[in-house]
């Protein structure tokens, strides 16, 4: 059974920065493509970044290109995203997401979803 | 950036009832659309991907089609475990993008 439990939520001022982290277990997750997601409280749901399997190949929403980054260590399971200068419409929960294939379109939509972490961005 | 525009916003219903969820995107995004289910508090559940094919775990009860532009989710009948909201996404291009949701609720 595929497990994703997100970490690193919490209060953050203004240009603040965070790093939030995805521990996998259930599936070889240096084999699959990951990312992020979130969403705002009662709101819908926002793409945030993909990383392919080894890394090599990254996108972001526009939304937060240049401020945040993802990443990921397959020696620890784990899947990352720094967050900088972060903005009040930046609150959200945090889902990470595994992408149902490794390669592009099954790479694209997602068949597991952590529980989320919720990031909260005020003075 | 493409634009999934779903409809209605919310959706009353009784349980046994057929619902009928539409979503449109702003440019032609061919099969490549995804349905989402996510319940009150609880992280999305892929139900669809290609536009029509059911994700592992899914029952026929959900059925789905479309493709370009137009796409819709069909519930043939409503039971308690249904009522949630329903979120398209289209994987076509980049950025990668969502409706804004259909809450299907309980008339």
């Known amino acids: 059974e595929v497990q994703l439990l997100e970490s690193g939520g919490g209060l953050v001022q203004p240009g603040g920065s965070l790093r939030l982290s995805c521990t996998a277990s259930?599936?070889?997750?240096?084999?699959?493509?990951m990312n992020w997601a979130r969403q705002a409280p009662g709101k819908g749901l926002e793409w945030v970044s993909l990383?392919?399997?080894?890394?090599?190949?990254?996108y972001y929403a526009d939304s937060v290109k240049g401020r945040f980054t993802i990443s990921r260590d397959n020696s620890r399971d784990t899947l990352y995203l720094h967050m900088n200068s972060l903005r009040v419409e930046d609150t959200a929960v945090y889902y990470c997401?595994?992408?149902?294939?490794?390669?592009?379109?099954?790479?694209?939509?997602?068949?597991?979803w952590g529980q989320g972490t919720l990031v909260t961005v005020s003075s | 950036e493409i634009v999934m525009t779903q409809s209605p916003a919310t959706l009353s219903l009784s349980p046994g009832e057929r619902a009928t969820l539409s979503c449109r995107a702003s440019?032609?995004?061919?099969?490549?659309l995804a349905w989402y289910q996510q319940k009150g508090g609880q992280a999305p559940r892929l139900l669809i991907y290609?536009?029509?094919t059911r994700a592992t775990g899914i029952p026929a009860s959900f059925s789905a089609s479309g493709s370009g532009t137009d796409f819709t989710l069909t519930i043939s009948s409503l039971q308690s475990e249904d009522f949630a909201v329903y979120y398209c996404?289209?994987?076509?291009?980049?950025?990668?993008?969502f409706g804004g949701g259909t809450k299907v609720e309980i008339k």
């Open positions: 990383i392919s399997p080894s890394g090599d190949n990254i």
């Open positions: 440019q032609s995004v061919s099969s490549k």
């Open positions: 259930g599936f070889t997750f240096g084999t699959y493509t």
């Open positions: 996404q289209q994987y076509n291009n980049w950025p990668l993008t």
């Open positions: 997401a595994k992408s149902v294939g490794r390669e592009a379109p099954a790479s694209r939509y997602f068949d597991g």
């Open positions: 290609g536009a029509s």
